[in-house]
């Protein structure tokens, strides 16, 4: 695996085919997903791999609660944030919209209902949290998500992060049996790329380094 290559040309993957995926590269995956660091070696992250039928039950679950209480994606900030994160997302849909034009689909439904129905993804990946940990530990689950988000690109794998699942978690939890003490903290579309989409050739852009950085000599 070529990393530097990797960091670069990874994206997110919003249109895949069905063909499922074997166990045992899921599987591979997520021995390399564990490999991440975590704070004195808690390793607090957990796996929930939903696959074939059960996948489908969920999205269809998911997209059915969607339509009833039209949470849509959002930034989930919880005040007013400094216009520039705004600005950045706001400019990444402006230019998403030749895509889904060229899709003849509507954007907000797409984003939306798509997250829910995980993009049509055959797997679907919940990284959970049990709830003795403070929010300190998210950081442990997004170093997590990093790794597995790279060790799927080096199998052919397209993914896509979707955090607006988790409006919805009461309903994860009730259709897989997830105890109560464990926080749905994302979930991930795991899938071959579907190439023919239009959606599939959009890469976010990101701002140059200077915007992100202060040195301190």
Not at 151 to 156: L, R, S
């Amino acid at each position: 695996m070529d990393l530097l290559k990797a960091l670069k040309e990874r994206k997110s993957i919003r249109a895949f085919k069905p063909d499922p995926i074997p166990k045992e590269r899921i599987e591979e995956i997520l021995r390399l997903s564990i490999q991440a660091p975590s704070a004195i070696n808690l390793q607090p992250w957990e796996f929930i791999v939903v696959t074939g039928e059960e996948k489908e039950r969920l999205s269809r679950r998911l997209v059915k609660a969607y339509k009833e209480k039209q949470i849509a994606c959002s930034p989930g900030n919880v005040k007013p944030m400094p216009k520039t994160y705004g600005k950045r997302g706001a400019k990444t849909l402006e230019m998403m919209k030749p895509f889904f034009e060229e899709m003849k689909v509507d954007i907000d439904q797409y984003i939306n209902e798509g997250s829910c129905n995980f993009y049509g993804a055959p797997a679907a990946i919940l990284l959970c949290l049990d709830d003795s940990f403070p929010k300190a530990r998210m950081v442990d689950i997004g170093l997590a998500l990093g790794y597995l988000i790279l060790a799927a690109h080096e199998f052919g794998l397209g993914t896509c992060p979707i955090g607006l699942i988790v409006a919805y978690e009461d309903e994860i939890k009730d259709l897989l049996n997830i105890p109560e003490n464990k926080n749905v903290v994302i979930g991930v579309a795991v899938g071959y790329p579907d190439e023919k989409s239009p959606i599939n050739r959009f890469k976010s852009p990101r701002d140059d380094l200077s915007k992100f950085i202060r040195w301190v000599d």
